[in-house]
């Protein structure tokens, strides 16, 4: 089994930056791919960026350019950069896990997610 915790989530302007940590704990031998999902208000959980233990990126449309992902290894953690934030980027941010053999995403783990909140 993996757990996945969240921070680094809060309350910026529409401009600033911020960054988000993920730390995985358990088994983390089994885990390949992470990543951060992100869901806003009355729409659906969608991809943000993901990162494969041999750091291979993958962005989403709307963050590339903006968002950078980057993973520790020893530390188990994944963090998500982001720069110039803007309203539209308001949601509940959740890290994600997939094992090896899991070529579908989202993985099998999910944090509880963390808020991200940006005010005009």
């Known amino acids: 089994q993996v757990q996945l915790v969240e921070s680094g989530g809060g309350l910026v302007q529409a401009g600033g930056s911020l960054r988000l940590s993920c730390t995985a704990s358990g088994s983390v031998i089994s885990i390949n791919t992470m990543g951060w999902y992100r869901q806003a208000p009355g729409k659906q959980r969608e991809l943000v960026a993901s990162i494969t233990r041999s750091e291979s990126t993958n962005y989403a449309d709307f963050a590339k350019g903006r968002v950078t992902i980057s993973r520790d290894n020893a530390k188990s953690t994944v963090y998500l950069q982001m720069n110039s934030l803007k309203p539209e980027d308001t949601a509940v941010y959740y890290c994600?896990?997939?094992?090896?053999?899991?070529?579908?995403?989202?993985?099998?783990?999910w944090g509880q997610g963390t808020q991200v909140t940006v005010s005009s």
């Open positions: 994600n896990a997939a094992r090896w053999l899991e070529t579908a995403t989202p993985g099998t783990y």
